[in-house]
Nanobody
Framework: QVQLVESGGGLVHPGGSLRLSCVGS????????MGWYRQAPGKERELVAGIGSHDVRRMYADSVKGRFTISRDNAKKTVYLQMNTLSAEDTAVYYC??????????????WGQGTQVTVSS
């Protein structure tokens, strides 16, 4: 059974930083692409960042390019999302997701329970 457990969310001031973590279990973590989605109130869930199984290929939504960095540690079965220069527009519930395969272009299935990120002064 696939389990994805996110952590690291919280309240941060505009311009601040947070690092989200997601531990995966129930599957061969190193064989699958991983991603981070987010969903703000009243908006659809959007893909924020994705990383291939071998930590070579990465993708970012235009709204976070240059501010967010996705990375993974296959030995720890963990994927991270480093978020810098946060603004109120980044306020959302952030979800970790497992890819259909090692390539994030194939899409994602299985989401965690989410972690709330609130950017406010």
């Amino acid at each position: 059974q696939v389990q994805l457990v996110e952590s690291g969310g919280g309240l941060v001031h505009p311009g601040g930083s947070l690092r989200l973590s997601c531990v995966g279990s129930g599957f061969v973590f190193s064989s699958y692409a991983m991603g981070w989605y987010r969903q703000a109130p009243g908006k659809e869930r959007e893909l924020v960042a994705g990383i291939g199984s071998h930590d070579v290929r990465r993708m970012y939504a235009d709204s976070v390019k240059g501010r967010f960095t996705i990375s993974r540690d296959n030995a720890k079965k963990t994927v991270y999302l480093q978020m810098n220069t946060l603004s109120a527009e980044d306020t959302a519930v952030y979800y970790c997701s497992k890819g259909l395969s090692g390539d994030y272009l194939r899409g994602f299935v299985s989401w965690g329970q989410g972690t709330q990120v609130t950017v406010s002064s």
